[in-house]
């Protein structure tokens, strides 16, 4: 597990909430409390805390948050500093975790339709990662671009594509892109695609199409239009994590054009671009839109948003694709919607900016999410015979008030409830090597590993 480097220790104890949240979580509900809701539905605690990071350099809505792996930053990509015509912005913005700071970037966008752009980290084995952006408009108007082009963070420069590689899903010059997430076809192979879900078509109506572009394919061929979504969809939470079926990409809320008015819904179903074929899943419980989900730690978490009241919300919707069930994690400070939000995944979220929760006020604050090994596991582990038959006894501290997943080799063999001690029945067999480690279920926290040498049962 990684651990928090010193710099951020020292810049991100300005604030932390999560204490404050988990004494009150018994008192108050948190997050959207007018919304419905239905399953799985429970409070998320453990080592993440949700910490203050420094504000942006300007208030901020519509822009996009990426996470750069190659260097570890967090980028905010166009938007613009009010819905004022002339307000957009023309350069990137890159925060530094190390030192907890922004900074204003060089690279010129190629026009000013940055607003509510689809983007992604595209790259791997065939091309170096670059951050992809489809799509936008400016403020206060009711036109939108198909352009593409890439923003190189090393080199600080951006390129745009020929026309012939524009966006096929705004064909009439007025639609912007929907959902969207970058992701590998299949979930196992090197290089990304971008896939785009639905759209808007400015005060007109949602869209339902989904397209696939791949940055590796000839001038004029990137673009693959697959099945339609079951419902238009604009501004939706989308994003694919590891499932029990495979690597499905997941829609949960979405926003729609009704009665003239941009509004919340709950409409949430999974696409498998492998198969190219539509599924169901559990519907999040409350409706939003005008956000972000993010894959972490193996599930999908739904980042507040939405505008219909009570929302704007800053609640977070945690699904679980192995359950296919919702619960609700540790919600961050500031309401918001139309903010730039990524993760590396395993240990940090990041969120910026936004409207605040009137739907009014543009915010520049910046929110961390950060997961410690600060309850790092020991675990050990022995091997027992009883009556001829092995198993391998595990006990491991501290233990939480919560669920922990077994893992033997990799795989989860079991989930039950953390009381320090669980075993792993072998029966007879030949030799065995195993490697052993425990997880907490809700934090993703690990123990270290514990390899068992297993002899055969005549031995």
């Not at 570890?72 to 925060?95: L, N, Q, T, V």
């Not at 980290?121 to 936008?136: D, E, H, N, S, T």
Request: glycine content about 12%.
């Amino acid at each position: 597990m990684k651990k928090k480097s010193a710099s951020q220790s020292a810049f991100f104890k300005l604030r932390r909430l999560t204490g404050l949240f988990l004494a009150l979580a018994g008192v108050f509900q948190f997050g959207n409390p007018g919304a419905a809701f239905s399953g799985n539905y429970t409070v998320e605690g453990g080592a993440c805390e949700w910490l203050t990071g420094s504000d942006m350099p300007s208030v901020g809505v519509r822009s996009v948050g990426i996470y750069f792996p190659d260097n570890g930053k967090f980028y905010a990509i166009g938007g613009r500093s009010s819905d004022a015509a002339g307000s957009d912005f023309m350069h990137p913005f890159e925060y530094d975790p190390a030192t907890n700071t922004w900074t204003s970037k060089s690279a010129t966008y190629p026009d000013n339709q940055v607003n509510n752009m689809a983007c992604g980290v595209l790259g791997g084995v065939m091309l170096p990662p670059l951050i992809y952006c489809v799509g936008g408009s400016a403020a206060g108007q009711t036109t939108a671009t198909a352009r593409v082009f890439y923003y190189d963070p090393v080199a600080d420069t951006i390129t745009t594509l020929t026309g012939a590689d524009n966006w096929p899903g705004d064909s009439s010059g007025t639609i912007l892109p929907g959902g969207f997430v970058a992701t590998a076809p299949d979930g196992l192979a090197l290089n990304s695609n971008l896939y785009i879900f639905g759209g808007f078509d400015i005060n007109v109506a949602s869209t339902n199409q989904i397209w696939e572009f791949n940055p590796r394919a000839a001038v004029g061929s990137k673009w693959t239009q697959k099945v339609n979504t079951p419902m238009g969809v604009m501004y939706a939470p989308t994003c694919r994590i590891v499932a029990p079926e495979g690597f499905p990409i997941y829609v949960a809320g979405a926003s729609d054009f009704q009665d003239g008015l941009v509004v919340d819904t709950t409409n949430s179903f999974s696409f498998d671009p492998s198969s190219n074929t539509i599924g169901t899943i559990a519907a999040i419980p409350r409706a939003t839109g005008e956000t972000r989900a993010l894959g972490f730690k193996g599930k999908m978490y739904v980042m507040g948003g939405g505008r219909v009241a009570p929302n704007p919300s800053n609640e977070v919707d945690i699904y679980d694709p192995g359950t296919n069930t919702w619960s609700i994690g540790t919600p961050f400070s500031n309401a918001r919607r139309n903010f730039p939000t990524d993760t590396d995944g395993t240990d940090t979220i990041w969120l910026a900016g936004g409207y605040a929760s009137d739907g009014v006020t543009l915010l520049s604050s910046m929110e961390i999410f950060n997961c410690t090994t600060s309850g790092e596991i020991t675990l050990t582990a022995k091997l027992r015979r009883q009556q001829g038959k092995r198993f391998v006894a595990l006990e491991w501290s501290p233990t939480h008030a919560g669920s922990i997943n077994i893992v033997r080799d990799g795989v989860v063999i079991h989930t039950t409830f953390d009381d320090g001690r669980a075993q792993d029945h072998l029966g007879t067999g030949p030799r065995e090597v195993h490697t052993y480690q425990v997880c907490e279920a809700d934090t993703g926290i690990c123990s270290n590993e514990v390899k068992v040498k297993v002899p055969g049962s005549g031995q």
